[in-house]
């Protein structure tokens, strides 16, 4: 990984067309702004293997689903 | 929708990225629950719920980049899914408001959307959702 040093309002580019600036530093929370294009997707990271790890457990064979449906449309009665 | 629609995730779903092609179908007729099933792992299969048949407290802005790796033109053609975790029972099984699906069905094109708002939960209660008292 590369690591550099950045001080407030200092950025970085990335590309042609990615600028990452450093807003804010407060404590240990820093806010960064991300200049990109709009097809790039940005996405924290905690909250994409949050969605991975609830993936996992929702995953089932379809026999071991059919019973919750079942009961989610009796209750819907 | 019809019985089964084959569905192209060309980027795969968080954690499954390996899995491209998977099928809709309706699991009953009187309810807005669906299968997503793999059609490479058999034994993947999603329960999903159309969230906007049970609240009207569910709103999300779709990201320009999955309007364009859809090729999303127009509203009708977009239809929204949330993915249901069982947890072993209906008091306990939640949904993810967080990442919904988003499907273009002129197409049978999906992408698994993670939402940067954090209004949305991840685990929201089922029986909420069911409700209709998801919060906006």
Excluded: W
Aim: glycine residues 6%; contains cysteine.
């Amino acid at each position: 990984m590369l690591i550099l040093s950045r001080k407030k309002n200092d950025s970085i580019r990335i590309g042609d067309n990615i600028t990452i600036t450093v807003v804010e530093i407060s404590g240990d929370t820093i806010k960064i702004g991300i200049d990109a294009p709009k097809n790039i997707q940005i996405i924290r990271s905690e909250l994409l293997k949050a969605v991975e790890q609830e993936n996992k457990s929702a995953a089932s064979p379809r026999s071991a689903i059919f019973d919750l449906a079942q009961l989610i449309k009796g209750d819907q009665k | 929708m019809e019985q089964s629609t084959r569905i192209t995730f060309a980027q795969g779903l968080p954690g499954f990225e390996n899995l491209r092609q998977f099928s809709l179908s309706h699991a009953f007729e009187e309810t807005e629950l669906y299968y997503l099933q793999s059609s490479e792992e058999p034994d993947i299969c999603f329960l999903c719920i159309n969230p906007f048949h049970y609240t009207k407290g569910y709103e999300f802005v779709l990201p320009s980049t999955v309007q364009e790796e859809l090729t999303i033109k127009h509203l009708s053609e977009v239809a929204v899914f949330n993915i249901v975790t069982i947890n072993g029972g209906l008091e306990q099984a939640t949904v993810n408001l967080q990442a919904p699906i988003i499907i273009n069905t002129a197409l049978g094109k999906g992408a698994q959307v993670v939402l940067n708002d954090t209004v949305h939960n991840i685990r929201e209660s089922l029986k909420n959702l069911l409700q209709g008292t998801v919060a906006k």
